[in-house]
């Protein structure tokens, strides 16, 4: 989230815990490569700015995600669709105000 939050490139590793069928913690290691996107113009709820998007393209042994955020001036995070796990697949985020 540091490369997201300073809207800058590079690469980071992922580290994501959940239960798995049995309620035992299962950890998946990915390799993720952050990029910038096009500037867009966020408004719902009480905000009301400009953004980045910024995209998390990651890749493990047996699965692959994009995640994407949208990224104030300051480094808010005003919008995000992550990847959760693979019984709930991606989840999505919006701050409101």
Known sequence: LALVRRREEGTA?????YLDGNH???EAKTSCVVTRGY??????GQVSEPA??????CVAQDR??????LVSNSGR???SRQW???TLGFATFQLLR
């Open 39 to 44: 500037d867009k113009f966020v408004e719902y």
């Open 84 to 86: 959760v796990g693979p």
């Open 52 to 57: 980045l998007q910024m995209f998390s393209s």
């Open 13 to 17: 590793l992922y580290a994501q815990r």
């Open 64 to 69: 692959q995600f994009v995640d994407l955020f």
């Open 77 to 79: 995070i005003l919008q």
């Open 24 to 26: 035992q913690v299962v």
